[in-house]
T-cell receptor, first 115, second 114 residues
Framework: DTGVSQDPRHKITKRGQNVTFRCDPISEHNRLYWYRQTLGQGPEFLTYFQNEAQLEKSRLLSDRFSAERPKGSFSTLEIQRTEQGDSAMYLC?????????????FGPGTRLTVT | GNSVTQMEGPVTLSEEAFLTINCTYTATGYPSLFWYVQYPGEGLQLLLKATKADDKGSNKGFEATYRKETTSFHLEKGSVQVSDSAVYFCALRHSGAGSYQLTFGKGTKLSVIP
């Protein structure tokens, strides 16, 4: 078990550009979550998947954001036409929903800086 | 809606001091409660959890008791170490069907000095 991994760890982009982040969850985990964390704040929920189905989206997820989990394994989060307000740490987490436990395990995050 | 309020930091303690980080929550029903820790340069790690009233979560010398009457889940440790320096987040997960997101507090930064 290698844990949740995210790529890239850091991304600097110019305003207006598109960016895509990748998350690889713990294998066999069927749920995958995206959160956003800004400086001095706790993580805020963006969206989650059960297998390949996107089941819940936060109102924070504007139409410039899109997330996919095409085969129920890794997930991508794309931000189109980035704005300076998108600068944040983007966190991915995964969990195995079962009758025993449901803890979310977090990856190291992708830090996005929009200049 | 759900919300979590935790004491503002930063908190600076000397090694072996007693630690309390206050956390209160607002939620309907019976949420599950968590403490996560973020060490410098690392991702969030689950520290402990409690799933029902009067449950006590514990791990690595840290404890927190789910108090429904006061809607609180305060984090305590009897003797902190320098290695406990980190940011601590209180979080809840609503118990309702289909609600799996975590709601976090803003975090409390703890610095322990030798």
């Amino acid at each position: 078990d290698t844990g949740v991994s995210q790529d890239p760890r850091h991304k600097i982009t110019k305003r207006g550009q598109n960016v895509t982040f990748r998350c690889d969850p713990i294998s066999e985990h069927n749920r995958l979550y995206w959160y956003r964390q800004t400086l001095g704040q706790g993580p805020e929920f963006l969206t989650y998947f059960q297998n390949e189905a996107q089941l819940e989206k936060s109102r924070l997820l504007s139409d410039r954001f899109s997330a996919e989990r095409p085969k129920g394994s890794f997930s991508t989060l794309e931000i189109q036409r980035t704005e300076q307000g998108d600068s944040a740490m983007y966190l991915c987490a995964s969990s195995l929903e079962s009758g025993i436990g449901y803890e979310q395990y977090f990856g190291p995050g992708t830090r996005l800086t929009v200049t | 809606g759900n919300s979590v309020t935790q004491m503002e930091g930063p908190v600076t303690l000397s090694e072996e001091a007693f630690l309390t980080i206050n956390c209160t929550y607002t939620a309907t029903g019976y949420p599950s409660l968590f403490w996560y820790v973020q060490y410098p340069g690392e991702g969030l790690q689950l520290l402990l959890k409690a799933t029902k009233a009067d449950d006590k979560g514990s791990n690595k010398g840290f404890e927190a008791t789910y108090r429904k009457e006061t809607t609180s889940f305060h984090l305590e440790k009897g003797s902190v170490q320098v290695s406990d320096s980190a940011v601590y987040f209180c979080a809840l997960r609503h118990s309702g069907a289909g609600s799996y997101q975590l709601t976090f507090g803003k975090g409390t930064k703890l610095s322990v000095i030798p």
